[in-house]
Nanobody, 122 residues
Framework: VQLQASGGGLVQAGGSLRLSCAASGRTFSIFYAMAWFRQAPGKEREFVAGVKWSGASTYADSLKGRFTISRDNAKNTVYLQMNSLKPEDTAVYYC????????????????WGQGTVVTVSS
């Protein structure tokens, strides 16, 4: 399974970005739980949001209301819509998938994308 993340970039505070993560590989299943994590310089990787195959989602409490995760099972793609971005959202964003349907918030997923950089200027 390969995960290809895209959509990062430089944006001013208050702006929006939409990240995409396309999954490929013969063994990938639409029933895999998928998630976004992020890692800022000098900090640990943290959970952002996750989505089950059904579309049911979970968010980090601090990000509820600003970020929205969704998935298109026909395209094996997960999206992260980020609105009202703040400088503290600056990080490398990673998509991840696990060989299970249950969402978890710890970074112990089975597959990881290469990361896409999000920089929010003040």
């Amino acid at each position: 399974v390969q995960l290809q993340a895209s959509g990062g970039g430089l944006v001013q505070a208050g702006g929006s970005l939409r990240l995409s993560c396309a999954a490929s590989g013969r063994t990938f299943s639409i029933f895999y739980a998928m998630a976004w994590f992020r890692q800022a310089p000098g900090k640990e990787r943290e959970f952002v949001a996750g989505v089950k195959w059904s579309g049911a989602s979970t968010y980090a409490d601090s990000l509820k209301g600003r970020f929205t995760i969704s998935r298109d099972n026909a395209k094996n793609t997960v999206y992260l819509q980020m609105n009202s971005l703040k400088p503290e959202d600056t990080a490398v964003y990673y998509c991840a998938a696990r060989r299970a349907a249950v969402l978890i918030t710890t970074p112990t997923y089975d597959y990881w994308g290469q990361g896409t950089v999000v920089t929010v200027s003040s």
